[in-house]
């Protein structure tokens, strides 16, 4: 297999709702336009707007488990234009994942044990605003990327060792990626994607490739 296999797998999975992050894909151009537009001055329908793409991604990243959602509708309309502005202005990665991980449910609890935040679901929200330079971080992307790496981007020996790791185990040891782990893993998406521009043009197809290839390793539970 190669890493575009990934993607191809990904595409056709259904458990990844390719369809969905099409659409999805499309509505965070809408919201990025109207960022740009509106600026400091949304109306009422701009932040509407705003806040139902929010809650979609949320539930994108969840993958609709309704255990891992109802956070962002908890906050309000101006807060959600206010993170998304934020991240528009942002002059660098880090700084515009921390703007959306102000929001609740997008990494503004510390945890008790490091304090620190966790920044994987923010990252989705950068992935549909910019696709070509974000893609979404998350246990089975980094898992993948490291054993990748570990065997010198030979695939097959990579998912080979995948498949006798405990999905359980990484899930755990991976469970918390902050901000400054979360902007690493995506200046490494997009280092790949340049060595791949025909197959994996951007940082967005070169995470849906690592998360097609977990799928081979760890699949999903029915």
């Not at 993170?83 to 503004?108: H, P």
């Not at 998350?138 to 990579?158: C, F, Q, Y």
């Amino acid at each position: 297999m190669t890493l575009a296999d990934g993607l191809q797998k990904y595409e056709g999975e259904p458990d990844s709702d390719y369809k969905w992050t099409q659409e999805l894909e499309l509505k965070g151009q809408e919201i990025l336009n109207l960022l740009n537009r509106c600026g400091d001055k949304p109306g009422e329908d701009e932040l509407d707007k705003a806040k139902k793409f929010l809650i979609e991604v949320e539930k994108w990243k969840a993958m609709c488990d309704r255990t891992r959602t109802g956070n962002a509708k908890k906050n309000s309309n101006t807060d959600v234009w206010s993170a998304l502005l934020g991240a528009v202005r942002a002059k660098s990665d880090e700084k515009a994942l921390l703007a959306i991980m102000e929001l609740k449910g997008f990494g503004s609890s510390l945890d008790e044990e490091t304090q620190q935040r966790r920044a994987k679901v923010a990252t989705a929200v950068l992935r549909f605003l910019w696709p070509e330079k974000w893609g979404v971080v998350d246990w089975r992307t980094a898992a993948m990327l490291g054993l990748l790496e570990k065997h010198k981007w030979n695939v097959d020996r990579a998912l080979s060792e995948a498949k006798t790791r405990s999905a359980e185990d990484l899930r755990g040891s991976l469970d918390l990626i902050n901000e400054k782990a979360a902007c690493e893993l995506n200046e490494k998406y997009r280092v790949v994607s340049r060595k791949y521009p025909d197959d994996l043009p951007r940082a967005a197809d070169v995470d849906m490739a690592l998360f097609g290839l977990s799928l081979e390793a760890w699949p999903m539970r029915s």
